[in-house]
């Protein structure tokens, strides 16, 4: 039979029509409008967080006995630590020791947002290099996992109640506590896609061009892997945020001179009944603050890795 | 299915045991000395030692937590440094406010989240699907302590419908058990529904797009029992296991929720032994809601050989 | 009065693809007792008209236009109340993947049930009745059991039977099979093939039966309509459009298919040996902690040997062990014992390390377009990656991927765009690029053209004949498709169940075959008889 020659039915055939045009990633992430709008929300709150002191605030520890439970709104008299007194407006009222809420709320965003980003990061780390060597080195894979599964057998806010009971209030100690129960699941997203990806023929085609297991492992795992892990990392950030809060109200968590909206939060719980601001006020910026990153992830998993919807 | 079941339970004596030595050691990484900590300043080296003997911290370290496992298995928790009674006891004391409000949560859960995600996945991109979605991450969002004091300032001193805090035993009387497990139960399960919703929207949506739902179309059936019969039936794994997921994030909450309407359970019962640094009942509830934890999970696995028939290997 | 007749049937597609309509005013008809193929390759709207007709269309493809009437009455616009009445009473529809065309948490019992119970008033008895009935009529054995049994317990033939069971068991006038057999082997296509064409001929059903496989058109057609991009390019009886078609397109299809006759190509007796395997074999081993131990045996003393600038074929259907072969062969799988020689030196345990300057003489192109490139990497990084780790200098690789690209007949200039926009047989020419940047003395084609439409993949086939024939390479072409073998190779091993069942020159293998599996295998190509290619 002849064989057909290939230019003369290149025309004819249909393939030659079928290219299609896609955006590149990064644009469909762009024009996403949940990303988009949390975008916005968390680019004021970083704002808010920089420009914390310009803000007309005062320093969140300063209090004076004169101004206590104040309404919001009400002007009262603040000492310094110079031991002078100035007029301030309590724009958001004041607590029973006679602090400024609405400063303590501004300068809380600053907590918040590190904690929520460094224990991100930082479960991510751990996370992506027990997830790696669990796929990579078959014999660590069984023990690994194991204690992955007890840790995540713990629910999440007892361990890092227990941790920073142990260790003491501090930032460092809250960021490593809340961290370290959200390394399993990193590591379990990161070993399923490692060997999930080692399947793929691309990967095996690389193994018969005698590309060497680091340059395969960096070069075409871990790329691929990026896109739900940011996902996941914007999960890691709001959850920890509220832990935080959660910790801090209970009483567990940061020292309450360090303005957090938990502390404060902590503070207003006698008062509720007469002096509901003290609870509503930072719980409000509060649950913006998740919600934003929340919905940033949301936004960010449809443009990037629609499959991770029904990952748990 | 014998030979799965048994496995799967064979399979969860490693995690018990990974899970109690992980409490174990999380507690001896305190800086410092217990029981120097637990005698307070005042104390002698002499009564400090004593105290040591006694919690057996003198011991070689894999020689206590020989002691301690073995100790666990036949019931004795050790005995608490702050109310001075065995753990076990107080658990046995605060076990009940918890169970109820843990259950009532869950049905309510479960009964709520998965017809609204079936039907939010149905009618998939509409007005229930994006309103649900968006009720989602609130409920993920806002923090279970704030919507707790949302819901007292509104319900309970604004209306004055239901009691603001505290509980009542069933023994003493069902209706005002309930009244006073409305709110909490209310506030607990939101954050529950939002990730059950999400998870069986996905699931469902997902069994939606596969080519079974479009043999059974194509066989002339009603829409609804290709929903339920077809695409429900097979989106149930995936929500049984979320469902036992979920329960480490319902635990959180419960401590949460206790503490704001001042219900003497479990949850309670933590913070209030971390505030006090008395580490045998740290110890000893963590124990408790790791093993409830992981046994529910365990249910939950076993389930699945009545929900797929193609897991029974 | 025909059993279906389409009037000018348009359907859109979504704003933003490739061309405005699935199908454009497109006119057939089926009567009673025929069996009418349309055929297409992918994207030509076929499996979209057989989901007008059942109205199982999705919101974003409407009907913009024409008419559908089954037994006279005007279905185009019927309500979804008059649809679900007519599916499975009056029409039925048999899909392609019967691996997920059922539901797998429902026993195949109930869900033949579940067709009666919505249809008819039939009590429980004589439900099961008919369908131990119809489960018999389909051919399964031991049909007590089969009903109780989960779909996933079942094999693909079987679980297509139980589909075919489901769409006929109420007698529609009108049965609508798309694809029905592309996912089977080569023999469960042909015992399907007869099925269908005996439960129709023996009902009086009219058969839409939806193809891209030219031999079974010519094995069970009356009349044949041809699709081209949603157009109707040619209908008529089968003989009159395969043996002298009209419209150019069917031309070229029709050319492209491969015949079953070996070529007649004269193979060089004293061409060395550039690979050979010995008593080759690999058996898995189920290892996990508290299952059964389970051994697998995927391949069993595979002996053969490929020549310079000759192509031997590994013939078999899915689970004969042929990729397993090839595989070892790469070393992406460790073989359990055996040899297998490379030029001589023995590869099959050798570590990684020794392995690695060895693992450029031989390359392999995999059978998935669409997985085998990276799709974060350009085709450029892609091809030279290869080079580039045998020390190859980066200016050098590029060079090289240039002149390869031409030698693919592909665009230098596209060098720089990313997987997804390339086609698929685009894509695979990418992969025969990049396999052939190694320079190797091997080329391996793991089922490289069953993905790829028949105009492609003649087009494919043929530019791996030139390539062979201008670096005289040695080739291991793996297939299921016995007219692509009988194409290419020159040398022909038949495989089934892990063991080399024949093994000879492809002339002998085709033209005269000793073993029987080999003469089943034969004798199943649906559209043997046919002689394609002969215009």
Request: glycine letters at 8%.
């Amino acid at each position: 039979m002849q064989t057909p020659d290939p230019k003369q039915y290149e025309a004819l055939s249909i393939e030659a029509s079928a290219v299609r045009r896609q955006h590149g990633v990064w644009q469909r992430v762009r024009r996403n409008w949940s990303v988009r709008i949390a975008g916005a929300m968390l680019t004021v709150l970083v704002a808010v967080a920089l420009a914390a002191p310009w803000l007309g605030t005062v320093d969140p520890t300063l209090f004076d006995p004169g101004s206590r439970d104040l309404v919001p709104g009400k002007t009262g008299e603040i000492t310094t630590l110079n031991g002078e007194t100035i007029t301030h407006t309590f724009r958001m009222g004041s607590d029973s020791l006679g602090r400024d809420i609405y400063s303590r709320v501004i300068y809380g965003t600053r907590v918040s947002l590190i904690v929520g980003v460094l224990c991100a990061l930082l479960a991510l780390a751990l996370g992506i290099v027990c997830g790696l060597a669990s796929g990579y080195l078959r014999w660590l894979d069984g023990i690994l996992m194991r204690c992955m599964d007890g840790l995540m057998a713990i629910p999440a806010i007892l361990i890092a109640i227990a941790l920073v009971a142990m260790w003491r209030g501090s930032l460092a100690t809250v960021i490593v506590a809340i961290a370290i129960p959200e390394i399993p699941r990193v590591t379990r997203l990161v070993r399923s896609l490692v060997l999930s990806i080692r399947e793929e023929p691309y990967v095996e085609a690389a193994i018969s061009l005698g590309t060497p297991t680091w340059k395969i492992l960096f070069g075409h795992i871990l790329p691929n892997c990026i896109a739900p892990l940011v996902v996941q990392g914007t999960f890691i950030c709001a959850f920890s945020i509220l832990v935080e809060a959660i910790l801090s109200f209970l009483g567990v968590g940061l020292p309450p001179d360090i303005p957090t909206w938990g502390n404060v939060m902590a503070e207003g719980r006698q008062q509720f009944n007469d002096y509901p601001h003290n609870i509503f006020f930072p719980g409000v910026f509060l649950a913006i603050t998740v919600l934003a990153v929340n919905i940033l992830g949301d936004g960010l998993r449809d443009t990037l890795d629609p499959k991770m919807a029904k990952r748990v | 299915m014998v030979a799965f079941l048994a496995r799967r339970l064979l399979a969860t004596i490693p995690v018990l045991l990974i899970v109690a030595l992980l409490v174990f050691l999380m507690l001896r990484l305190t800086p410092g000395d217990p029981a120097a900590i637990l005698a307070g300043d005042a104390a002698n080296t002499e009564q400090i030692a004593r105290i040591r003997a006694s919690l057996g911290l003198d011991q070689p370290i894999v020689v206590q937590f020989g002691i301690w496992i073995g100790n666990m298995l036949r019931g004795d928790l050790g005995e608490s440094f702050y109310y001075k009674t065995k753990v076990a006891t107080l658990i046995g004391q605060r076990l009940e406010p918890t169970l109820a409000l843990a259950t009532l949560t869950i049905t309510i859960a479960i009964l709520v989240a998965v017809p609204l995600g079936a039907i939010a996945a149905w009618r998939f991109g509409g007005w229930f699907d994006r309103s649900l979605m968006a009720f989602s991450v609130l409920g993920f969002s806002v923090p279970v302590f704030v919507l707790a004091y949302l819901l007292i300032w509104f319900v309970s001193l604004k209306l004055g419908l239901l009691p603001v805090q505290g509980y009542q035993r069933l023994a003493d009387g069902f209706w005002p058990f309930l009244r006073h497990l409305v709110l909490p139960a209310i506030t607990l399960s939101v954050i529950y529904i939002a990730l059950i919703a999400r998870i069986t929207r996905a699931s469902v949506l997902e069994a939606l797009g596969e080519d079974y739902i479009r043999t059974a179309r194509a066989k002339g059936l009603p829409e609804a029992r290709v929903l339920v019969r077809h695409a429900l039936a097979n989106a149930a794994v995936p929500i049984a296991t979320v469902i036992g997921i979920g329960i480490g994030l319902l635990i959180g909450g419960v401590v949460v929720t206790e503490s704001v309407y001042a219900i003497p359970g479990l949850g309670r019962l933590t913070v209030d032994a971390v505030l006090a640094r008395d580490f045998p009942t740290i110890q000893g509830v963590i124990l408790f809601f790791s093993v409830v934890y992981v046994l529910i999970n365990l249910l939950v696995d076993m389930s699945y050989v009545f929900l797929d028939p193609r897991i029974r290997y | 009065m025909s059993v279906l007749e389409v009037r000018e049937l348009s359907i859109a597609l979504p704003p933003g693809s490739d061309r405005r309509e699935a199908a454009s005013r497109v006119s057939f008809s089926v009567e009673r007792g025929e069996i009418v193929c349309l055929v297409g390759e992918s994207g030509s709207g076929k499996s979209v008209i057989a989901q007008g007709v059942m109205g199982l269309l999705p919101k974003g493809l409407p009907v913009t236009g024409g008419t559908i009437l089954l037994e006279g009455e005007g279905i185009t616009h019927a309500s979804q109340s008059r649809l679900r009445e007519l599916r499975c009473t009056r029409m039925s529809m048999v899909f392609q993947e019967p691996m997920t065309a059922l539901n797998p948490v429902m026993g195949c019992g109930d869900q033949l049930d579940e067709v009666l119970r919505e249809h008819t008033r039939l009590s429980p008895a004589e439900r099961r009745r008919k369908i131990l009935d119809i489960v018999r009529e389909v051919r399964l054995p031991d049909p007590e059991r089969m009903v109780g049994s989960y779909p996933h317990q079942l094999s693909g033939g079987q679980r297509q039977r139980i589909m075919i069971a489901m769409a006929l068991v109420l007698e529609p006038a009108l049965l609508i099979a798309d694809e029905p057999t592309t996912a089977l082997d080569v023999t469960t296509q042909a015992q399907i093939l007869k099925l269908i064409q005996d439960l129709q001929a023996r009902h009086g059903t009219g058969v839409l039966f939806i193809t891209h496989d030219f031999g079974v058109v010519a094995e069970i057609a009356h009349r044949v309509a041809v699709l081209r991009l949603g157009e109707l390019v040619e209908f008529g009886a089968k003989d009159k459009v395969l043996k002298q078609p009209r419209h150019d397109y069917t031309r070229m299809l029709i050319g492209s298919v491969p015949t079953l006759k070996p070529h007649a190509r004269p193979a060089e007796a004293g061409a060395p040996v550039v690979l050979a395997t010995r008593g080759l074999s690999k058996t898995y081993r189920d290892r996990s902690w508290f299952a059964k131990r389970r051994e697998v045996p995927a391949a069993v003393d595979v002996t053969l040997e490929v020549r310079k600038g000759q192509t031997l074929g590994i013939v078999g259907e899915s689970g004969s062990g042929k990729s397993t072969v090839a595989r070892c062969i790469v070393r992406l799988i460790d073989p359990s014992g055996g040899e297998v020689l490379l030029g001589g030196e023995d590869i099959a345990t050798m570590p990684a390390g020794r392995l690695r300057p060895l693992r450029r003489r031989m390359q392999i192109v995999f059978q998935d377009p669409y997985r085998s490139l990276n799709p974060r990497r350009t085709v450029l990084e892609a091809i030279i990656e290869g080079p580039l780790n045998y020390g190859v200098a980066r200016a050098a690789a590029v060079e090289r991927a240039r002149k390869l690209m031409e030698l693919v007949r592909m665009d230098p200039e596209s060098l720089g765009r990313y997987p997804h926009q390339f086609s698929g047989g685009q894509r695979q020419r990418i992969c025969i690029a990049r396999a052939l940047a190694m320079e190797p003395e091997l080329l391996i084609a793991d089922e490289a053209v069953s993905a790829l439409d028949v105009s492609v993949q003649a087009q494919v086939l043929a530019l791996l004949e030139e390539i062979r024939e201008r670096l005289h390479l040695a080739m291991l072409f793996i297939t299921h498709d016995l007219r692509v073998a009988a194409q290419v190779c020159d040398h022909v091993a038949v495989m089934s169940q892990g063991r080399v069942v024949e093994y000879g020159p492809a002339a002998q293998v085709f033209g005269a075959p000793r073993h029987a599996y080999t003469r089943t295998l034969l004798e199943a190509a649906p559209g043997r008889d046919f002689a394609f290619g002969a215009s």
